[in-house]
């Protein structure tokens, strides 16, 4: 019997097998296309680079939610001025994704583990949205982050353990938000920050239990906020701050004996406060020591 009639009649007595034969085909195919054609660029972004070096440029794109089928081997992704509102369950396909840029969006909260598998990340923006609180875990898995700006928004609590994971953070800005004071415990675990900003809070007090864990800060901004008094334990243990900055306070009276501990300091900003007394100017008075008016 010749070759064709043994197919034709093995697909007789196996009817199942004529139809088995496209899905084969179709999943072989799938399997062998290469990865970065199952990748989608949305009609509004652009997409450059190679697999070594993947960006996507989604700024003023209107979309609503982050894109999940960009390039996985992503390494920078701008999703400014758009109108996402939540990071929940769009960040695992990224896990190589090294600078994320989230500003100018209508965000209200980070939730909790969103960030989990993004431990390349180093840089990552979410100034300017609506984000009114830290939860618990917020940036679980950003190890290697060193970069955090939360600019412009309303944060007004943070949970103690959302910055817990934060080890390699270098810069850290909450200019503009709505701290009214942390719970103990925040930067704990934060031994390399260098740069902290809370220009423009409603502070009360300096956060002197949290400021303790920062070894490593070197430029500390609290100004713009409603601090009254600077206590003498209030920097203690910031040997490495350059420079602090309490300017556009409501201080009216300063003991200077609160700044002895800072021997490294540069520059002390105390402008623009109600300051009418000042005692014991420390023995090592900063370089540059801004205090008008008084």
């Given at each position: 019997?010749?070759?064709?009639t043994?197919?034709?009649?093995?697909?007789?007595?196996?009817?199942?097998?004529s139809?088995?034969?496209?899905?084969?085909?179709?999943?072989?195919?799938?399997?062998?296309l290469?990865?970065?054609s199952?990748?989608?660029?949305?009609?509004?972004?652009?997409?450059?680079?190679?697999e070594a070096?993947?960006?996507?440029?989604?700024?003023?794109?209107?979309?609503?939610?982050?894109?999940i089928?960009?390039?996985?081997?992503?390494?920078?992704?701008?999703?400014?001025?758009?109108r996402?509102?939540?990071?929940?369950?769009?960040?695992?396909?990224?896990?190589?994704?090294?600078i994320?840029?989230?500003?100018?969006n209508?965000i209200?909260?980070?939730?909790?583990?969103?960030?989990?598998?993004?431990?390349?990340?180093?840089?990552?923006?979410l100034?300017?949205n609506?984000?009114?609180?830290?939860?618990?875990?917020?940036?679980?898995?950003?190890?290697?982050l060193?970069?955090l700006?939360?600019?412009f928004?309303?944060i007004?609590t943070?949970?103690?353990?959302?910055?817990?994971?934060?080890?390699?953070?270098?810069?850290?800005?909450?200019?503009?938000?709505?701290?009214?004071?942390?719970?103990?415990?925040c930067?704990?675990?934060?031994?390399?920050l260098?740069?902290?900003?809370?220009?423009?809070?409603?502070?009360?007090?300096?956060?002197?239990?949290?400021?303790?864990?920062?070894h490593?800060?070197?430029?500390?901004?609290?100004?713009l906020?409603?601090?009254?008094?600077?206590?003498?334990?209030?920097?203690?243990?910031?040997?490495?701050l350059?420079?602090?900055?309490?300017?556009?306070?409501?201080?009216?009276?300063?003991?200077?004996s609160?700044?002895?501990?800072?021997?490294?300091?540069?520059?002390?900003?105390?402008?623009?406060n109600?300051?009418?007394?000042?005692?014991?100017?420390?023995s090592?008075?900063?370089?540059?020591?801004?205090?008008?008016?008084?």
């Amino acid at each position: 019997m010749p070759d064709h009639t043994r197919v034709t009649a093995t697909t007789r007595s196996r009817p199942w097998l004529s139809g088995a034969i496209p899905v084969l085909l179709l999943l072989l195919t799938l399997v062998i296309l290469p990865l970065e054609s199952t990748a989608f660029c949305p009609s509004k972004c652009q997409c450059l680079g190679g697999e070594a070096n993947s960006r996507a440029l989604c700024a003023d794109a209107a979309l609503e939610d982050v894109p999940i089928q960009l390039n996985p081997e992503t390494k920078y992704i701008n999703l400014t001025v758009n109108r996402i509102r939540t990071l929940e369950f769009s960040l695992p396909f990224y896990m190589k994704l090294e600078i994320l840029d989230l500003s100018q969006n209508i965000i209200e909260t980070l939730g909790s583990k969103n960030f989990e598998y993004q431990s390349e990340l180093r840089t990552l923006n979410l100034s300017r949205n609506l984000v009114s609180s830290l939860h618990k875990h917020a940036f679980k898995g950003l190890t290697n982050l060193l970069l955090l700006d939360l600019s412009f928004n309303r944060i007004e609590t943070v949970h103690p353990t959302a910055l817990s994971d934060l080890a390699s953070l270098v810069e850290l800005d909450l200019t503009n938000n709505n701290i009214v004071s942390l719970e103990d415990n925040c930067f704990k675990g934060m031994n390399t920050l260098e740069v902290l900003v809370f220009r423009n809070n409603r502070l009360l007090d300096v956060p002197a239990s949290n400021l303790w864990h920062l070894h490593a800060l070197k430029s500390l901004d609290m100004s713009l906020n409603l601090v009254e008094f600077v206590r003498n334990d209030s920097f203690e243990g910031l040997k490495e701050l350059l420079a602090l900055s309490v300017q556009g306070n409501v201080m009216s009276e300063l003991d200077l004996s609160a700044f002895e501990g800072l021997i490294s300091l540069k520059h002390l900003d105390l402008s623009d406060n109600n300051l009418t007394r000042i005692s014991h100017p420390p023995s090592n008075a900063p370089s540059k020591f801004v205090l008008p008016g008084v």
